[in-house]
């Protein structure tokens, strides 16, 4: 009994942390800007594909990886430049449809580009699976973890201990506040599309090995990490990975002992009664309007 | 100078019908119809049916056409959605006034198709899976696959040979999974094979550990059976390697090809499914009467599009030379006599199987067109 519940605890935390890194994504461009940048996903598949097709191209893994981050790091600074930058006095609406139209737009570039098909992507180290407790563990599992972890406490860092870090946080707060004080706020949304790439990217890359990769899987894993971080309060770090983990274990607990079929309406069935008894997410930032 | 007028326009219009009518009779095309997803989420089916198709009518027009006259190949591109599908199969019959209909690459855009084309009293060799296009029986409508019941049979047969009576049950929740999904427990029951475990996944889903972890616990469960299509049953295959669930595994037919190894890498290794002798073309016994045929075919396809062959153009060839044995049959193509043609046709072996239609069986295969493969070393292995 308790090693099932292992397994299906492994599982969810394993998908769970996926989805985090997505909801992180998410949060850092919401709070730069208040959008909410719904072609997250697509950087996410970025990261897959290219690295797929450079190991295809005979480079090694770690060579690839890094290829990939870059190439989705350009396209994030590109879709701010070329896209949200031209229409900066529209409200965020406007520019949250923007990233859709993007998001279908690189979905077709990469459908051409790279085809329709699925593509496989070995485990960074090696296909024999570790028993802990009578489950069983992918040792990608352990990357996935590992490297979110790794990539949260470093943003934690950055937001927190570094100059740039709060210029972004100061903009999020207060655009023209932060203007006055010498913020280049344009250099910030920027930063803020650069650094969500390259953190959607390296989701991608993780969990290519579990998942496959293909040109349309922004779509479902992008929505999920949405669902993430509206669940953990839009704009809040920690409750973008609260978020994403609890989604995940509700997931899998309800696939294991429930049904699969239950997955998603059990998984949106937390999420409405989250947001029901508290709008802001579980660790959205407390409303105050000021008059 | 009105007569004149008058007797000159009789002229023409006699000459002009004259002309019509003569060349009807010279080169009239016969006019195969055709809707498919050539493009869009189910193109892996729609685009080697049209290369197919287009191959083997210019292949035929060359060799002098059918009865004398050149076929015509008239397709649109469904891209997957059964409105357009509609929409389409309602063109070929008004507006093209097509003989006969050789398409529908999907279960949904051929039974979105099926009322309008029955209406309009036109055969049609659908060339998707689910058993509900043939079952019950609707006159006008004939198929090519194998349906899903005839795959679950199949595998159940093999377990039964190897005295296999427990299985656990894991299937997609997509329409073809589904449809496998209630086939194989009407087919287990039938067969006294018991179903211990019965569990399902979305085809969205990126981890079946959760559902393989129940199947594994179940220790009386001796075979396990995964019925999906798409990505999924790669995952699957995948989780259950990862799992070390040390029991027979089974796939349906809707990952027969060699992507799926791709996808699967070597934790496909000793699975086996039902699969067209398409993908083993060597391996068949020279005896074999559908050796000549999945060869010729198998070599045709790849040195024309420089491609691999696949399990779904093979069912576009069989509804074209079907369409043609019929219209041969009928000597004509009156819609009435080819379809009673069609109904009739013995022995026809195809790429995909053996066809005996019958005024009750508008897919005339059996079980036994499927072949048992096994994955061996990352390849195809048949099994006797």
């Given at each position: 009994?308790?090693?099932?519940?292992l397994q299906y605890l492994f599982t969810g935390i394993t998908i769970g942390a996926t989805y985090a890194l997505i909801a992180?994504?998410?949060?850092?461009?919401?709070?730069?800007?208040?959008?909410?940048?719904?072609?997250?996903g697509?950087f996410l598949m970025i990261g897959g594909m290219a690295t797929v097709?450079?190991i295809?191209?005979?480079?090694?893994l770690?060579?690839a990886m890094?290829?990939a981050?870059?190439?989705?790091?350009?396209?994030?600074?590109?879709?701010?430049?070329?896209?949200?930058?031209?229409?900066?006095?529209?409200?965020?609406?406007?520019?949250?449809?923007?990233?859709?139209?993007?998001?279908?737009?690189?979905?077709?570039?990469?459908?051409?580009?790279?085809?329709?098909g699925y593509h496989s992507m070995p485990n960074f180290s090696g296909d024999v699976p570790v028993r802990i407790?009578?489950a069983v563990v992918n040792t990608q599992t352990f990357w996935v973890v590992g490297i979110a972890a790794v990539l949260?406490?470093?943003?934690?860092?950055?937001?927190?201990?570094?100059?740039?870090?709060?210029?972004?946080?100061?903009?999020?707060?207060?655009?023209?506040?932060?203007?006055?004080?010498?913020?280049?706020?344009?250099?910030?949304?920027?930063?803020?599309?650069?650094?969500?790439?390259?953190l959607g990217s390296i989701a991608g890359i993780i969990v290519a090995p579990i998942t496959f990769t293909s040109y349309d899987i922004g779509i479902m894993l992008g929505l999920k990490g949405?669902?993430a971080?509206?669940?953990?309060?839009?704009?809040?770090?920690?409750?973008?990975?609260?978020?994403g983990l609890?989604l995940g274990i509700?997931e899998a607990m309800?696939a294991g002992?429930?049904?699969s079929?239950?997955k998603?309406?059990?998984a949106?069935?937390?999420?409405?009664?989250?947001?029901?008894?508290?709008?802001?997410?579980?660790?959205?930032?407390?409303?105050?309007?000021?008059? | 100078?009105?007569?004149?007028?008058?007797?000159?326009?009789?002229?023409?219009?006699?000459?002009?019908?004259?002309?019509?009518?003569?060349?009807?009779?010279?080169?009239?095309?016969?006019?195969?119809?055709?809707?498919?997803?050539?493009?869009?989420?189910?193109?892996?089916?729609?685009?080697?049916?049209?290369?197919?198709?287009?191959?083997?009518?210019?292949?035929?027009?060359?060799?002098?056409?059918?009865?004398?006259?050149?076929?015509?190949?008239?397709?649109?591109?469904?891209?997957?959605?059964?409105?357009?599908?509609?929409?389409?199969?309602?063109?070929?019959?008004?507006?093209?006034?097509?003989?006969?209909?050789?398409?529908?690459?999907?279960?949904?855009?051929?039974?979105?198709?099926?009322?309008?084309?029955?209406?309009?009293?036109?055969?049609?060799?659908?060339?998707?899976?689910?058993?509900?296009?043939?079952?019950?029986?609707?006159?006008?409508?004939?198929?090519?696959?194998?349906?899903?019941?005839?795959?679950?049979?199949?595998?159940?047969?093999?377990?039964?040979?190897?005295?296999?009576?427990?299985?656990?049950?894991i299937?997609g929740?997509?329409?073809?999974?589904?449809?496998?999904?209630?086939?194989?427990?009407?087919?287990?029951?039938?067969?006294?094979?018991?179903?211990?475990?019965?569990?399902?996944y979305s085809p969205s889903d990126t981890d079946m550990t959760a559902q393989l972890t129940?199947?594994?616990?179940?220790?009386?469960?001796?075979?396990?059976?995964n019925?999906g299509?798409g990505q999924s049953p790669a995952i699957v295959t995948r989780n259950f390697a990862q799992l070390g669930i040390?029991?027979?595994?089974?796939?349906?037919?809707?990952?027969?090809?060699?992507?799926f190894?791709d996808l699967a890498g070597s934790a496909a290794?000793?699975?086996?499914?039902?699969?067209?002798?398409?993908?083993?073309?060597?391996?068949?016994?020279?005896?074999?009467?559908?050796?000549?045929?999945?060869?010729?075919?198998?070599?045709?396809?790849?040195?024309?599009?420089?491609?691999?062959?696949?399990?779904?153009?093979?069912?576009?060839?069989?509804?074209?030379?079907?369409?043609?044995?019929?219209?041969?049959?009928?000597?004509?193509?009156?819609?009435?006599?080819?379809?009673?043609?069609?109904?009739?046709?013995?022995?026809?072996?195809?790429?995909?199987?053996?066809?005996?239609?019958?005024?009750?069986?508008?897919?005339?295969?059996?079980?036994?067109?499927?072949?048992?493969?096994?994955?061996?070393?990352?390849?195809?292995?048949?099994?006797?």
């Open positions: 009994m308790f090693s099932e519940f992180l994504g998410f949060t850092l461009i919401y709070n730069a800007s208040h959008v909410i940048n719904f072609a997250q697509e097709s450079l295809g191209l005979g480079f090694p770690p060579v890094v290829g981050i870059l190439l989705a790091a350009l396209m994030g600074i590109a879709l701010q430049r070329f896209a949200i930058a031209p229409a900066k006095q529209a409200d965020p609406v406007t520019l949250i449809i923007i990233t859709i139209g993007a998001a279908i737009f690189i979905r077709g570039i990469a459908q051409l580009v790279w085809g329709r407790g009578g949260v406490a470093g943003l934690v860092f950055f937001f927190t201990k570094t100059m740039i870090g709060k210029a972004i946080l100061a903009t999020s707060m207060n655009k023209v506040a932060a203007r006055l004080v010498g913020i280049k706020t344009d250099m910030v949304l920027m930063l803020a599309f650069l650094l969500s790439a390259v949405f669902v971080a509206a669940l953990g309060g839009l704009g809040s770090g920690m409750g973008a990975i609260v978020g609890t509700v309800t002992y429930i049904s079929d239950y998603d309406a059990a949106f069935g937390v999420i409405i009664l989250v947001l029901f008894f508290m709008p802001r997410g579980l660790m959205g930032a407390r409303v105050v309007e000021r008059v | 100078m009105s007569k004149k007028l008058l007797r000159r326009g009789g002229l023409l219009a006699a000459t002009l019908a004259a002309g019509i009518f003569s060349g009807a009779q010279a080169a009239d095309p016969i006019k195969i119809g055709s809707f498919l997803s050539v493009t869009g989420p189910a193109s892996f089916l729609g685009d080697p049916e049209l290369k197919t198709l287009r191959m083997y009518v210019d292949k035929i027009n060359e060799e002098g056409g059918v009865l004398g006259r050149p076929l015509e190949l008239v397709h649109y591109d469904d891209e997957g959605n059964a409105s357009n599908a509609r929409n389409y199969a309602s063109r070929l019959v008004r507006a093209d006034r097509v003989d006969i209909i050789v398409g529908g690459s999907t279960t949904g855009a051929t039974m979105a198709a099926v009322p309008l084309i029955e209406q309009s009293r036109t055969p049609f060799i659908s060339l998707a899976g689910a058993v509900v296009i043939t079952d019950p029986v609707k006159p006008w409508v004939f198929k090519t696959p194998q349906s899903d019941r005839l795959a679950a049979e199949r595998v159940m047969q093999d377990m039964q040979e190897r005295g296999i009576t427990k299985i656990g049950l299937s929740t997509g329409g073809f999974g589904r449809s496998g999904r209630e086939q194989t427990q009407q087919v287990a029951e039938a067969m006294g094979i018991q179903i211990l475990e019965d569990v399902t129940r199947i594994r616990n179940n220790q009386d469960i001796e075979a396990v059976f019925f299509f040390d029991r027979p595994f089974y796939q349906s037919h809707g990952v027969a090809s060699n992507s190894l290794e000793g699975l086996r499914l039902p699969a067209s002798p398409i993908l083993v073309p060597d391996s068949l016994a020279d005896d074999d009467p559908q050796k000549t045929i999945v060869q010729a075919y198998v070599d045709a396809y790849e040195a024309r599009w420089n491609e691999s062959v696949s399990t779904f153009g093979g069912y576009a060839y069989d509804g074209l030379m079907l369409a043609v044995a019929a219209i041969e049959e009928a000597g004509s193509t009156d819609r009435e006599a080819v379809r009673q043609a069609l109904e009739n046709i013995q022995g026809h072996v195809g790429v995909t199987g053996i066809f005996n239609m019958s005024p009750n069986d508008h897919n005339g295969l059996a079980a036994d067109s499927f072949r048992i493969l096994e994955v061996v070393d990352g390849g195809w292995k048949l099994i006797e």
